[in-house]
């Protein structure tokens, strides 16, 4: 272990040096600093710990708005903005005033983000614009007034040429696929039933919930321990993989968090021909892209969902992951199985982790896909024609390595915020964050298949 975080220190340090000595740190008009190590450097400013005061945790879809209460809430009219580029926020609620906190999220010591700004608008119309002092990442927008309960927006800060050891994907379509605000998602309708749910829903509404969306408990977990491992990250959503592979930049993984279930054909395309570049594929989470979606009026609705594996598409998810979401309700521990190699080597092989597989899990069994290795299991199977759920590795031709934990329990449990109540003891919650901290580690290695062969459990299924 001590060997491999010499080498891992040692080629991350000759890094940093060889890209200050091939680029100026001020690479963009808004002068932010890029350079390898720049997320490094960016934590050792001084964070805001009291960034989440006034905003306790509010699951998305768990019917909280329904309490009739006085809210300051909002909306921003993209998801992700860049260098240069101004936005309004759209302020929904009756006050005299808001105020508007604006974070950076990251590590910072603990602190979990770091104040940018702080001002007070009486409008219902706010810009904002990215510039010097708003360097790339995941913002929460804080807005407050008295008597008034507080909630976030989120924006991404996207520089779309930046290197990076990964993209950190938001997975925003999924985010508002369940969102419950003004009554109606993808899921229920006013009525909390599924006959009366929406068919198309809008981007043009704040998140319910804390107005967070699950960023919170999906994503930012594993987030800020890369962003603790000081690995280069480039921010962006969904949306702007459905962009094209200009949003990725120069990138060696693409990581998605606890949950990106909703994906659009543009977005499948992109993913594919990275892997097919060379580029590391990991979900943090399951049932990552299940759900094919089709945007409109310039990405600020959508609708139009169908299972990838179903028709018209016929293209089961597995094919890219090597497993698919298969059940809902799970709750099981994971037992390791594959113990020798990265990621699950630090942890011994039959050491289990409790309780976390759930609440959405993914199996390669009954499924068509690639051959796989599996890395672990769920235990307590209740009959044989039960699947386990399992976390699954394999690699291509190209040298990408394809990494899904296939669980949704992942993130949510390494801060013991999983949104279905169940809950995980420190010694659990070490566990997931030591795995996590290597699975980022050895994303700095660049390509998997390079140094980590995939050992075959499962073969290829048609």
């Not at 934590?43 to 998305?60: D, E, F, H, I, M």
């Not at 927008?141 to 050891?165: C, G, I, M, Q, Y």
Request: charged fraction near 20%.
């Amino acid at each position: 272990m001590k060997a491999r975080a010499s080498l891992l220190a040692g080629i991350l340090l000759l890094t940093t040096m060889n890209g200050f000595q091939e680029s100026a740190s001020a690479t963009s008009a808004c002068k932010w600093d890029i350079a390898p190590g720049w997320v490094a450097h960016e934590n050792q400013k001084t964070g805001a710990p009291t960034w989440s005061k006034g905003v306790p945790l509010r699951l998305s879809a768990d019917f909280s708005r329904r309490v009739k209460v006085d809210r300051i809430e909002g909306w921003f009219e993209k998801t992700s903005v860049t260098c240069g580029e101004s936005i309004n926020l759209h302020i929904v609620g009756k006050v005299p005033a808001t105020k508007i906190d604006v974070f950076r999220m990251g590590y910072y010591d603990g602190a979990g983000a770091r104040l940018i700004s702080s001002t007070t608008t009486k409008d219902q119309l706010w810009k904002f614009r990215a510039f010097e002092k708003t360097p790339p990442g995941q913002y929460l927008f804080r807005l407050s007034a008295p008597k008034t309960r507080a909630s976030f927006v989120p924006l991404v800060v996207h520089n779309p040429n930046s290197e990076s050891d990964i993209s950190f994907v938001s997975s925003v379509l999924t985010w508002q696929s369940y969102n419950q605000w003004g009554g109606s998602s993808l899921y229920k309708g006013t009525d909390a039933k599924s006959e009366t749910r929406a068919e198309t829903v809008s981007f043009d509404r704040p998140y319910d919930g804390d107005g967070s969306g699950q960023f919170r408990y999906m994503e930012f977990p594993a987030l800020k321990r890369a962003e603790k491992l000081g690995l280069d990250i480039n921010y962006l959503t969904d949306i702007d993989l459905d962009a094209g592979t200009s949003s990725l930049g120069d990138t060696k993984a693409i990581v998605f968090g606890g949950h990106g279930e909703y994906w659009t054909k543009n977005m499948r395309q992109t993913i594919e021909a990275s892997v097919t570049k060379g580029i590391n594929l990991i979900s943090l989470g399951g049932n990552t892209g299940y759900n094919f979606t089709e945007l409109g009026n310039g990405a600020r609705t959508m609708g139009k969902i169908t299972p990838w594996r179903n028709p018209p598409n016929k293209k089961p998810e597995s094919l890219l992951w090597g497993s698919q979401y298969f059940a809902l309700n799970v709750h099981r521990d994971y037992v390791v199985t594959s113990a020798d190699d990265w990621p699950f080597n630090v942890l011994k092989k039959g050491e289990i982790i409790k309780g976390v597989a759930g609440n959405e899990v993914d199996s390669p069994l009954n499924a068509p896909g690639p051959a796989v290795e599996e890395l672990a299991r769920s235990t307590g199977l209740l009959n044989e024609k039960e699947s386990p759920s399992m976390a699954t590795y394999y690699t291509v031709a190209s040298g990408a390595g394809i990494l899904n934990l296939g669980t949704i329990g992942w993130v949510c449990a390494i801060e013991n915020v999983c949104p279905w109540g169940h809950v995980f003891s420190s010694d659990t919650q070490g566990q997931i964050a030591e795995v996590t901290d290597s699975i980022f580690s050895g994303l700095k290695l660049a390509r998997l298949g390079i140094w980590r062969s995939a050992k075959i459990d499962i073969p290829t299924r048609l």
